[in-house]
């Protein structure tokens, strides 16, 4: 393996839900002008997106990438880019080509200049066939493109590290619940939209049925999950480093509403399933990651009341403001 140009770091989809919390951690720890952010998008005035060095990228423009790992003188690549889960069903073309091609063009980034690259997977890489609590050896079967995509890229990032020595690493997101940066098109944004919605409105529209259940994460437990990873020494890391199962909270739909009233009396909410409700029903209803705890110490902080009380604060504190 080639030595990095630098040791500054590249994060792809910057503007995504994880990559505004991600970038902000990251230029936290390591200093602003250590920590890149790319994105086909340019930041809006009204986003949170930390201050910083900015600048376009297509991760599908293999030499675009190369020149700016070199110009600026990359060491770690985290590779956030990508088509979610409900978007994708809508269009399955694009989202193979960013999902795959994307990540192809990290991983041989990566491969030439000696990279380390974390790349998430999703509880999506599981299908139907799963049984309620999915554990890191479960069968991968999904049904939807996005999880196609992104059994793809465990693969792709176990081939890499085997054939060529790449520093892959990757977790198995559940849905993830901010507050700060709106959901991107996936079939969890009904945990991050219902919280909106109860506070500004006090009425939610849910597009799943009442019981359905599925992991979740807070945003805080996976920026940490992320970073605990990343800084891990690698000799630590098992056969699952490109894809580790870590949990968060699992609850339904119903349950969440329910919490949310007990915090915002008025609070009313009608359950009404559209096209995601097939794709919630063909994901487990929680993981179980035992790998991760084994190998780095993953536990997550958040329960259920928890992250009910910090997005309704959180909230209210923007919204006031």
């Not at 054939?163 to 700060?180: E, N, T």
């Not at 993981?287 to 705890?293: E, T």
Request: hydrophobic content about 35%; proline content about 6%; glycine content about 10%.
């Amino acid at each position: 393996m080639a030595e990095p140009p630098g040791d500054r770091i590249l994060v792809t989809g910057a503007l995504g839900q994880i990559g505004t919390e991600l970038v902000s951690a990251l230029r936290n720890k390591y200093g602003k002008d250590t920590v890149l952010a790319t994105d086909i998008r340019e930041p809006s005035e009204e986003s949170y997106f930390p201050d910083g060095p900015f600048c376009n990228l297509s991760v599908l423009d293999g030499e675009a990438l190369e020149k700016i790992v070199l110009d600026e003188g990359i060491g770690t690549v985290f590779h956030l880019a990508a088509i979610l889960s409900a978007a994708g069903e809508k269009n399955p073309d694009l989202c193979h080509r960013v999902n795959v091609g994307g990540t192809v063009s990290v991983l041989e980034a990566a491969r030439d200049f000696g990279l380390k690259v974390f790349a998430p997977s999703s509880i999506a890489v599981f299908g139907p066939d799963s049984p309620n609590i999915a554990s890191q050896k479960t069968p991968l079967n999904p049904t939807t493109i996005y999880g196609k995509t992104k059994v793809t890229g465990e693969v792709l990032g176990m081939n890499y590290f085997k054939q060529y020595g790449v520093d892959i690493r990757g977790l198995r997101f559940p849905g993830l619940i901010s507050w700060r940066a709106p959901a991107g098109g996936g079939t969890t944004d009904y945990a991050v939209d219902i919280f909106h919605a109860a506070v500004k409105d006090g009425h939610y529209d849910c597009f799943v049925s009442e019981d359905t259940r599925l992991p979740m994460m807070y945003i805080d437990d996976a920026i940490r999950a992320t970073e605990c990873l990343m800084e891990v020494d690698g000799s630590r890391l098992g056969p699952s480093r490109a894809g580790y199962n870590v949990r968060g909270i699992s609850f339904t739909a119903g349950e969440l509403a329910d919490k949310i009233s007990e915090r915002i009396p008025e609070f009313t909410c009608d359950f009404n399933p559209d096209f995601r409700q097939e794709v919630a029903d063909s994901w487990p209803d929680d993981i179980d990651d035992g790998p991760a705890k084994k190998d780095w110490g993953w536990q997550a902080e958040f329960d259920l009341d928890r992250m009910v009380d910090e997005m309704i604060d959180n909230l209210r504190k923007n919204q006031s403001s």
